[in-house]
């Protein structure tokens, strides 16, 4: 069985998502999974360091998988992150 998850943590969630530019890098990576810091950057015409940091936060609040290739980190969804997108898309 399941244990709930706590409040604290919900809020680290809402928190880790609670931005325009997060919600785009969400969106960005459910259309175009595997993609770098410096890709999401480009495709979304935001300053690297800008999106180093948001997709930093979207990591810790547990949205997002980090894969090394190379010189290069990939980032895509994850489970949680597809249920976020669901509940984002109710909203609107």
């Known amino acids: 069985m399941n244990t709930p998850i706590s409040f604290r943590t919900l809020e680290r969630l809402v928190r880790g998502f609670s931005n325009h530019r997060r919600i785009q ?7 175009e999974p595997e993609l770098s810091v410096f890709e999401i950057a480009e495709k979304l015409k935001i300053n690297f360091k800008t999106a180093s940091d948001h ?31 669901k509940f984002l898309r109710i909203l609107e």
């Open 55 to 85: 997709i930093r936060r979207l990591a810790i609040a547990g949205l997002l998988l980090k894969r090394n290739e190379g010189n290069l980190v990939r980032h895509k969804l994850t489970a949680r992150a597809e249920n976020v997108l």
């Open 25 to 31: 890098i969400l969106f960005l990576l459910k259309q």
